[in-house]
C-alpha cells in the first residue's frame, strides 16, 4: 500500500505562485510515473501533468504548458509541481497519482491506484 501525503496550494492572486508536493512517508516513489490531476467545480478531473518514474520524462496539458514544471526528488520521495502565472482557470483541487501499470509518461492511460487527499488552489484577485 502506498500512501500519497499532499501539501502546498492554497489562495493566490492572478500571476502568482505556489509549489505543490505529493510525499510517499512510508514507502518509495521510486518506481512510479506519477500524476497530477484537477478538478474544478462541475468539470470533470483532467489530468495536468506526468514525470516517469525516473524524472527523465514529463508532459502537460496545453492549458499550463510552460507555467508549470514537474519535478521529483527519489532520495525525498517526493514530486513536486511548480505553478507559475497562475490563472482564474487554474482554480480547483489539485491530486497526485500513481500509476501501477506505467512508468513513463507516454500518455497511455494507466492504472492509478494510489492517491494523494487533494488540495485546494484557489487564484483570485
Known amino acids: 500500500q502506498l500512501q500519497l501525503v499532499q501539501s502546498g496550494g492554497g489562495l493566490v492572486q492572478p500571476g502568482g505562485s505556489l509549489r505543490l508536493s505529493c510525499a510517499a512517508p512510508?514507502?518509495?516513489?521510486?518506481?512510479?510515473?506519477i500524476h497530477w490531476f484537477r478538478q474544478a467545480p462541475g468539470k470533470e478531473r483532467e489530468g495536468v501533468s506526468c514525470i516517469s518514474s525516473s524524472g527523465r520524462a514529463t508532459n502537460y496539458a496545453d492549458s499550463v504548458k510552460g507555467r508549470f514544471t514537474v519535478s521529483r526528488d527519489n532520495a525525498k520521495g517526493t514530486v513536486y509541481l511548480q505553478m507559475n502565472t497562475l490563472k482564474p482557470e487554474d482554480t480547483a483541487v489539485y491530486y497526485c497519482?500513481?500509476?501501477?501499470?506505467?512508468?513513463?509518461?507516454?500518455?497511455?492511460?494507466?492504472?492509478?491506484?494510489?492517491w494523494g487527499q487533494g488540495t485546494q488552489v484557489t487564484v483570485s484577485p
Open positions: 512510508e514507502s518509495t516513489l521510486d518506481y512510479y510515473a
Open positions: 497519482a500513481a500509476d501501477i501499470e506505467y512508468s513513463d509518461c507516454s500518455g497511455r492511460r494507466g492504472t492509478y491506484a494510489y
